[in-house]
T-cell receptor, first 115, second 114 residues
């Protein structure tokens, strides 16, 4: 069974640009969550999608957005990039996301560098 | 809001020895889950062990075990017979029973000496 796949693995963007990251969850998983990891702030929850609907959202500005498609694949978009957006972005998938046994499985992340 | 605290930024252990990583959390909920994740240099988060709050029995997975003290809101990870492959960043995480958001601690870097 294939794991969580994130593309691209590495990305370099210029301030002011926008970027789209992709996440393909484990087959059968319907919940996809996104996290930002930085040395200063650690791991922070961005948002969660379940059955194409945003179910939960973290405390990030509106420049950060996401969506989920009918096949459960998810994308997150960051517009008007700032230097502080440089981070490792992790995607996690789970069966439903609630209840026991629905632990999150993570992808290898996308390393975004904003210059 | 829930918080997770890992007070040990870095720990070292000799190969084959035992090490304990500390984690405390704060919540007003009674039903929740706790996890330990490992993040090696490859950056992929790997689930090490999990615990349900309403289960008093401590979880065990091979060389990994936890000491879950619900009243004290403490959730420590014990690694026995440490191996070089255990070297990584370890994160303690909390998840409400009603949601899917993971709240992570700051992490503990574990170094294993040969």
């Amino acid at each position: 069974k294939a794991g969580v796949t994130q593309t691209p693995r590495y990305l370099i963007k210029t301030r002011g640009q926008q970027v789209t990251l992709s996440c393909s969850p484990i087959s059968g998983h319907r919940s996809v969550s996104w996290y930002q990891q930085t040395p200063g702030q650690g791991l922070q929850f961005l948002f969660e999608y379940f059955s194409e609907t945003q179910r939960n959202k973290g405390n990030f500005p509106g420049r950060f957005s996401g969506r989920q498609f009918s096949n459960s694949r998810s994308e997150m978009n960051v517009s008007t990039l700032e230097l502080g957006d440089s981070a490792l972005y992790l995607c996690a998938s789970s069966l439903t996301g609630q209840g026991w046994g629905t632990e999150a499985f993570f992808g290898q992340g996308t390393r975004l560098t904003v210059v | 809001a829930q918080t997770v605290t890992q007070s040990q930024p870095e720990m070292s252990v000799q190969e084959a020895e035992t090490v304990t990583l500390s984690c405390t959390y704060d919540t007003s909920e009674s039903d929740y889950y706790l996890f330990w994740y490992k993040q090696p240099p490859s950056r992929q988060m790997i689930l090490v062990i999990r615990q349900e709050a309403y289960k008093q029995q401590n979880a065990t997975e091979n060389r990994f075990s936890v000491n879950f003290q619900k009243a004290a809101k403490s959730f420590s990870l014990k690694i026995s017979d440490s191996q070089l492959g255990d070297a990584a960043m370890y994160f303690c995480a909390y998840r409400s029973a009603q949601g899917n958001k993971l709240v992570f601690g700051a992490g503990t870097i574990l170094r294993v000496k040969s």
